[in-house]
């Protein structure tokens, strides 16, 4: 009847209503949050922009102290070969050993200088990504490597190592840094062995290359382990060893900027093992 059709046209008016302002209502909640959204990616692009800028200012200031820092040692090392060159200067044996102490000290700074420019400008400088093939970086390096590997008769084996998304420059510096570092704490009475492996894993859904490399030189205690990548870090003598203790921080600092994870594990006069995790793929051109 009328009643009956009217009582339905007003519950269908009623819902109708209902149902507008619940659309309403939805779309000031989603036109907030866009307007959250946009704030937040103009946020966003402003860090983005501090952070491009504060990366250049770095790059440069790591340049140019580098620079300013490195020219007095220069005179030093000028003016120290200028004695020794100088016929008319007697200097007793104690004199002399001095000064090759102070060269020896002005050799060390200046690598620690050129040590932390390299570490500051890792993350300053973008890198294109590109497949490597570890295999061959190895390959590469053991060729390079090859004066200092016949003076320790050291033996290298490496096999599995797979192709990889990275930044070739940054892989050789990593396993190069790992392989120096492996010849350099080797045992006097111990022929140098280094084993290199590697691995497809999967980490966290995503697959991963695992690449293990095992020494049997000087080691460490368990507890340094936690310590080894930190800046101007030092497991052994100084006097017996040189360097500057940057060399696995820079390592570090490569597999982080890959998305990567490295350990290190080690006992004393058995040698060490790092162990890197790298994703097989990754997500930006540009790292």
Do not use: W
Request: glycine share 4%; proline share 2%; with cysteine.
């Amino acid at each position: 009847d009328v009643t009956q059709q009217r009582n339905i046209r007003l519950a269908l008016e009623h819902q109708v209503q209902q149902r507008t302002e619940e659309l309403d209502a939805a779309n000031e909640e989603l036109q907030a949050t866009n307007e959250e959204l946009l704030a937040t990616n103009d946020e966003l692009a402003e860090l983005n922009d501090a952070l491009e800028q504060s990366n250049e200012n770095l790059q440069r200031f790591a340049h140019v102290a580098s620079h300013d820092l490195k020219e007095p040692i220069r005179k030093i090392k000028t003016f120290l070969s200028m004695i020794e060159a100088d016929k008319s200067t007697v200097l007793s044996d104690k004199t002399k050993l001095l000064m090759q102490r102070v060269y020896a000290s002005t050799e060390r700074m200046y690598s620690m200088i050129n040590g932390v420019l390299s570490f500051s400008t890792i993350n300053a400088t973008g890198h294109s990504t590109e497949k490597v093939d570890l295999q061959k970086v190895v390959e590469q390096i053991v060729v390079d490597l090859e004066l200092l590997i016949e003076e320790k008769k050291a033996t290298i084996h490496f096999n599995n190592l797979p192709v990889i998304e990275a930044a070739e420059i940054l892989m050789y510096q990593l396993f190069s840094n790992l392989i120096i570092n492996s010849l350099k704490f080797s045992r006097e009475d111990v022929l140098p062995v280094i084993n290199i492996s590697g691995a497809v894993v999967e980490y966290n859904n995503k697959p991963f290359t695992k690449i293990i490399l095992e020494d049997n030189g000087l080691g460490f205690s368990p507890e340094k382990s936690e310590h080894i990548f930190n800046m101007f870090a030092r497991l052994h003598s100084k006097d017996k060893f040189e360097g500057t203790g940057l060399g696995l921080s820079l390592c570090k600092k490569i597999v982080q900027r890959h998305s990567g994870m490295i350990e290190a594990t080690g006992e004393p006069n058995k040698g060490a093992t790092f162990t890197i995790l790298l994703p097989l793929r990754q997500t930006n051109n540009i790292i």
